[in-house]
């Protein structure tokens, strides 16, 4: 079973490097109003950052990746997409079997539904739409209908698969063990002491840069880590374990509170 981050182990084997070009909000017109693209990703891939003209709509029919902002490293999946504005920055992490979705959005007919990215839910009926827009058989008026529901669809989640990277020296001994063994069960006392610092100083410092306490940063990083393996089909008691929980409860627990769903209705889905 692999514990380290996904970005981690790409430094220890061979993956494919993507290189896009970056370009301003609208600077580059185009004829549509939506238009998908798919691809099952043959290799592990790294997307080297990149902005498009367009507002972006990521989400994956199978398997879990990842797009990083600046500091802020949101996990995509088959029900949680990611809106990205046009102009926005980003690179991002897609293993090997990923069904890898995305949609454009024209900034001359779509307006953002925010000013930053944002999680959107992708129900089954959005997933229906959007494919439906892909086939070459759709009329003028019908294609309207379908892009207009689509639009209609689109809203922030409640939920986010949000990690947010704290950058101080201080905290990057912890955000590096972590990252590399999301089972790594160093406590706030012993990294308190390890840094040579009180325990309340290490929480502030992470509240301040992340806007979660300790104990709620590593509970995400793990999650994040633990939908991967869910998505390709690992067993939910390995992965409890595989993430630093002793039992199959506490990591259930600890799931719906960062996701709003159970391990297993994520795996259902």
Do not use: K
């Amino acid at each position: 079973m692999v514990r380290r981050d996904a970005l981690a182990g790409a430094r220890e084997r061979a993956f494919d490097n993507r290189r896009l070009p970056s370009y301003e909000a609208g600077e580059i017109a185009v004829p549509f109003v939506v238009w998908g693209t798919e691809e099952v990703i043959a290799r592990d891939t790294f997307w080297e950052e990149h902005s498009h003209p367009t507002h972006e709509l990521l989400w994956n029919e199978r398997g879990a990746s990842s797009a990083t902002i600046g500091p802020r490293v949101w996990t995509i999946t088959s029900t949680v997409g990611l809106w990205i504005p046009a102009g926005v920055r980003h690179c991002g992490w897609t293993p090997a079997g990923t069904w890898h979705r995305a949609a454009q959005f024209g900034v001359h007919a779509v307006p953002s539904i925010a000013d930053r990215p944002v999680a959107v839910e992708v129900t089954p009926l959005l997933r229906l739409l959007l494919g439906r827009l892909d086939g070459e058989e759709l009329g003028a008026d019908e294609r309207a209908r379908t892009e207009a529901m689509v639009l209609d669809l689109i809203t922030p989640a409640r939920n986010e698969i949000l990690l947010r990277i704290p950058e101080s020296p201080l905290l990057a001994p912890i955000v590096s063990a972590v990252l590399e063994d999301p089972a790594d069960t160093t406590t706030l006392a012993a990294w308190a002491a390890r840094l040579g610092v009180s325990g309340r100083t290490v929480t502030r410092a992470f509240r301040a840069e992340t806007g979660l306490g300790f104990s709620r940063w590593v509970a995400t990083a793990r999650v994040r880590h633990a939908i991967t393996l869910l998505a390709h089909g690992e067993d939910i008691e390995e992965v409890a374990a595989c993430v630093g929980y002793h039992s199959v409860s506490a990591f259930g627990t600890a799931f719906r509170r960062i996701t709003g769903t159970s391990p297993g209705r994520f795996r259902a889905r």
